[in-house]
């Protein structure tokens, strides 16, 4: 299927409250439960297409290691159990994204609920090229996970089982919504992990066009 591409702004207020435009970017979401295969696809589509792998919870931890104001607030925040906001974590990757040089960005994990969703359109003013939602039985992610785990495989699997209570619970409302809209790219991802890629390879096929026309290359 051919993905037809828009380049979305990110837009900064200035001290007037206007917005201005930074930069356009190419926005793709990453979602799938735990033991789905996201990182080691994501690897490969960074290598082969040139995107920038950016994770949520990665940037929370090193807000935390900064020792910023920020970093502060979210530590206490988790610390006492509480919810870290939608927006402050949208604004760590709209921050990534404006610093960075490239304009392609695989967002990992994220939005991991429909109120992070709706931050993040509402903040940023992006909206998702698509969806790459990785499809993958409970029992297989179960395997792939315990096989990788160690210590008792009791804790192991009661702990594996909460987490894809969350995403069942939070993050398929996500893709659903997206879904709706005809954004959502679902990849069998029980598969050997080179077949799962090039599957992901033709959904991707349109960045590297765009590069090519962006550089005066024609085909």
Do not use: W
Request: proline share 4%; aromatic share 8%; with cysteine.
């Amino acid at each position: 299927m051919a993905t037809s591409l828009t380049e979305a702004p990110i837009l900064e207020k200035q001290e007037n409250g206007v917005e201005c435009m930074e930069k356009k970017v190419h926005v793709v979401f990453v979602l799938g439960g735990p033991g789905s295969g996201k990182g080691t696809q994501c690897a490969k589509v960074v290598e082969k297409f040139g995107f920038t792998h950016l994770s949520a919870g990665d940037l929370l931890r090193a807000e935390i290691n900064s020792g910023s104001e920020n970093g502060t607030m979210i530590q206490n925040m988790i610390k006492e159990g509480k919810i870290v906001p939608s927006e402050v974590t949208v604004k760590l990757l709209q921050r990534a994204m404006q610093e960075s040089e490239n304009d392609k960005f695989l967002i990992d994990g994220f939005p991991r609920n429909e109120e992070n969703r709706a931050a993040f359109e509402r903040v940023t003013g992006i909206v998702p090229e698509f969806i790459l939602f990785f499809d993958c039985p409970e029992d297989e992610m179960e395997r792939r996970l315990l096989s990788r785990n160690q210590g008792r495989v009791d804790d192991n699997i009661e702990t594996i089982r909460k987490r894809f209570n969350v995403f069942i619970e939070s993050s398929l409302p996500v893709v659903e919504y997206y879904s709706s809209k005809g954004k959502v790219r679902k990849i069998d991802a029980t598969g050997a992990i080179d077949n799962i890629f090039e599957g992901i390879c033709v959904l991707f096929e349109p960045f590297v066009e765009v590069k090519e026309k962006d550089n005066g290359v024609n085909n």
